[in-house]
C-alpha cells in the first residue's frame, strides 16, 4: 500500500501543476458542455486508472478496496488546502470555478473508489503484496 500511497501523492502534485498552468481552461463554469466533457473523460480515465496500477503493482484482489483508499487520500488530504485556500492555490482560475472544482474532485474519487471496489481480474492474491 506505499507505494499506491506515493502513486496517489505524485498523481495530486503533477495535477496540481497543470491546474496552476492550464487549469483556466479546464475549469470553465460557464461553459456547460465543457463541464460534461470534463466529468466524462475524467470518469473513464479514473475508473481505469486503479485497475491499471493494481494490474501493474500486483496487488491482491482482497486488498483492492483498500488499494483504492490509498490511492486517493494523499489528493484528498492535500486537496482539502486546495478548495479552501482555492483563490491562493490557483491564482489563474477564476474564484466562481472553486465549485467546480471541489465537485470534480469528489467525483473524480469517486470513481476511483468504486472501481477499486468493484475490479475482479488480475492477481488473485498473495502475501507478498500486503506491503504495498
Known amino acids: 500500500m506505499k507505494r499506491l500511497i506515493m502513486v ?45 496500477l493494481f494490474s501493474r503493482l500486483a496487488i491482491p484482489r482482497e486488498l483492492r478496496a483498500v488499494g483504492g483508499i490509498a490511492l486517493v487520500a494523499p489528493g484528498m488530504f492535500l486537496d482539502t488546502v486546495s478548495a479552501v485556500c482555492f483563490s491562493s492555490v490557483f491564482p489563474n482560475i477564476r474564484p466562481g470555478a472553486a465549485g467546480l472544482f471541489g465537485g470534480w474532485l469528489l467525483f473524480c474519487n469517486v470513481v476511483v473508489l468504486v472501481s477499486a471496489a468493484t475490479t475482479r481480474y488480475g492477481t488473485a492474491g498473495g502475501a507478498a503484496a500486503t506491503d504495498q
Open 8 to 52: 496517489g501523492f505524485a498523481i495530486w502534485f503533477v495535477a496540481t501543476i497543470a491546474l496552476r498552468i492550464a487549469g483556466q481552461r479546464v475549469l470553465n463554469p460557464d461553459r456547460p458542455w465543457s463541464i460534461i466533457a470534463l466529468l466524462a473523460i475524467s470518469a473513464l480515465l479514473m475508473f481505469r486508472l486503479p485497475r491499471f
